[in-house]
């Protein structure tokens, strides 16, 4: 199902022109905080990557075609609690600049990244589920690159065979990097909470495959 313009407004945050930034990202990745999860699976939390990402998260939320997809699971239909946009190639994202964040992202870390999905998160009910993104059907090892805009909300990973999970507290900007076998070994969410949150998005790069 596709969502109507009208559905959105209510969300968008009131940006006042004068504070308008230039958005910029940390080509050094200066800030980066590298997790080892394991031997072969890592995290990486590059805070503050993103300057200006309110502006970001403004022309974000206006541009991109809002979906809100379900699934079947057993017998029942699942509305998913957020809202989604894909673009399989990245020259139809909804803004220019999403294209050099990839083009970035991808020399840094050794990948090309053409395909990105954006989650819309409305309040602090919507999440995501724990979960491997495909891309660790394909692929034995990958870097998935998320960039958060917006609300400050908890990214956790965790075994996928269970065990403790990592908490990462994500604020607008920043920039987290799953690598290795994280796709294959471990699970990653952004659940619910209690405390009230505005609206955040996450712009999620899926590599593609190395020939
Ligand atoms: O919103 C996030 O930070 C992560 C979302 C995610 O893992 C996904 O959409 O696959
Ligand atoms: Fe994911």
Redo the contacts with the bound molecule.
């Keep these: 199902m596709t969502v109507s313009d009208d559905a959105i407004p209510a969300l968008a945050v009131q940006g006042d022109l004068f504070d308008a930034v230039e958005s910029a990202v940390d080509e050094g990745f200066t800030t980066a905080e590298r997790i080892e999860l394991d031997g072969t699976s890592w995290i990486e939390h590059v805070h503050g990557w993103l300057s200006g990402s309110q502006q970001v998260f403004d022309d974000v939320l206006a541009a991109a075609g809002w979906e809100h997809r379900s699934r079947w699971m057993y017998s029942q239909k699942v509305i998913e609690p957020r809202l989604?946009a894909e673009y399989p190639d990245v020259d139809d994202a909804p803004l220019p600049m999403l294209r050099t964040v990839a083009a970035t992202l991808g020399s840094h870390y050794g990948a090309s990244y053409r395909s990105l999905?954006i989650?819309l998160?409305r309040t602090h009910r919507d999440s995501?589920s724990w979960?491997g993104?495909t891309v660790g059907k394909t692929q034995e090892t990958s870097i998935v690159p998320?960039l958060?805009l917006g609300a400050t909300?908890r990214?956790l990973i965790k075994p996928a065979e269970g065990g403790r999970s990592t908490s990462l507290t994500?604020v607008s900007g920043d920039l987290?990097v799953m690598g290795g076998r994280a796709q294959r070994d471990w699970r990653?969410?952004?659940p619910k909470q209690s405390t009230p949150a505005g609206p955040?998005i996450?712009v999620?790069f899926a590599p593609e495959p190395t020939p």
Excluded: A, G
Aim: charged letters at 15%.
């Design positions: 989604t999905w989650n998160y995501t979960h993104d998320v958060s909300r990214f994500v987290v990653h969410s952004v955040r996450s999620n």
